[in-house]
């Protein structure tokens, strides 16, 4: 299984990005799928997550600006952040817990992609 982000980039505060990120390969079903981000020198933290019925967990310091979305057909997550601060700066991870056959779950990541916000 592999997952495979995208979106990051450079932004001025107040601006938008939107990530997304892609999990292919043997895959019986997806669980819950997320970002994380860890900025240098702190530890990796959730961004927020999205269960496969649509159930949404926010950091509280995203609530309101970003937005996870996920398509169960595709295999993918997006996250549209809107109204960044430069605190937003950070390598994001794509994650997935997927489903195994003889039951629980494996977690994947994905490579991570850089967003920077500037002031």
């Known amino acids: 299984v592999q997952l495979q982000a995208s979106g990051g980039g450079l932004v001025q505060a107040g601006g938008s990005l939107r990530l997304s990120c892609a999990a292919s390969?043997?895959?019986?079903?997806?669980?819950?799928m997320g970002w994380y981000r860890q900025a240098p020198g702190k530890q990796r933290e959730l961004v927020a997550f999205?269960?496969?019925?649509?159930?949404?967990v926010y950091a509280d310091s995203v609530k309101g600006r970003f937005t996870a979305s996920r398509d169960n057909a595709e295999n993918t997550v997006d996250l549209q952040m809107n109204s960044l601060k430069p605190e937003d700066t950070a390598v994001y991870y794509c994650?997935?817990?997927?489903?195994?056959?003889?039951?629980?779950?494996?977690?994947?990541w994905g490579q991570g992609t850089q967003v920077t916000v500037s002031s």
């Open positions: 390969g043997s895959i019986v079903s997806i669980n819950v």
């Open positions: 994650n997935a817990r997927i489903d195994r056959r003889i039951g629980g779950y494996t977690s994947y």
């Open positions: 999205i269960t496969r019925g649509g159930a949404t």
